[in-house]
């Protein structure tokens, strides 16, 4: 495997479903990332895990909980969902810090989720 | 207020035709300055970044900062089909790249 991966590809779940989207990158970065991309919208960050540090947004609903259990893997747990959570999830990873250059994302395909 | 606005599109236009999408914004802290591919049903790609004002170019590609005027642009010379794709600004105030904010994209469909 190489760059950023996601898993599953598409989902689709039921309002009272618990379900997990995961994020694995092969990239050796130090930052990985969750967005939110709904259409006619621009990309929401969602949460960022950077230096073993989290950073979220606080509109974030709280059905949405992040884990990162190490630089390589993210995870996006979901549950008591709402139709309007349905959008194209990504993940993203870069390596932050050391001089002026711009730390560039790499995107996985996303996971698109479909809320019933 | 949206901090950063994209053209709308969608965007048409035949193989060969110059291609010019836009994006203004108001936070005069933007420094970096950035533009994403995105293909159908796969995740962003950055195209080009700039940093402060002025042109940048990458083959078919040119990416223009005007800061006096908050107004990025990206020039796509001889478009091809394979440009067809959403393009997406996106602006940092510093190389953070978890700082940016994007635009709502453009799609571009190059018609052969």
């Known amino acids: 495997e190489t760059g950023v991966t996601q898993t599953p590809r598409h989902l689709v779940m039921g309002m009272t479903n618990k379900k997990s989207l995961k994020c694995e990158q092969h990239?050796?970065?130090?930052?990985m990332y969750w967005y939110k991309q709904s259409a006619k919208k621009p990309l929401e960050l969602m949460f960022v895990?950077?230096?073993?540090?989290?950073?979220e947004n606080n509109s974030v609903p709280s059905r949405f909980s992040p884990e990162c259990p190490n630089s390589s893997h993210l995870f996006l747990h979901l549950h008591t969902l709402q139709p309007e959570d349905s959008a194209l999830y990504l993940c993203a990873s870069s390596q932050v810090g050391g001089g002026w250059e711009y730390n560039e994302q790499f995107f996985g395909p996303g996971t698109r989720l479909t809320v019933l | 207020q949206k901090e950063v606005e994209q053209d709308p599109g969608p965007l048409s236009v035949p193989e060969g035709a110059i291609v010019s999408l836009n994006c203004t914004y108001s936070n005069s802290a933007f420094q970096y300055f950035m533009w994403y591919r995105q293909y159908s049903r796969k995740g962003p790609e950055l195209l080009m970044y700039t940093y402060s004002s002025g042109n940048k170019e990458d083959g078919r590609f040119t990416a223009q900062v005007d800061k006096s005027s908050k107004y990025i642009s990206l020039f796509i010379r001889d478009s091809q089909p394979s440009d067809s794709a959403t393009y997406l600004c996106a602006m940092s105030p510093n190389t953070n790249a978890g700082k940016s904010t994007f635009g709502d994209g453009t799609t571009l469909t190059v018609k052969p």
């Open positions: 895990y950077s230096l073993e540090e989290r950073v």
């Open positions: 990239l050796g970065h130090n930052a």
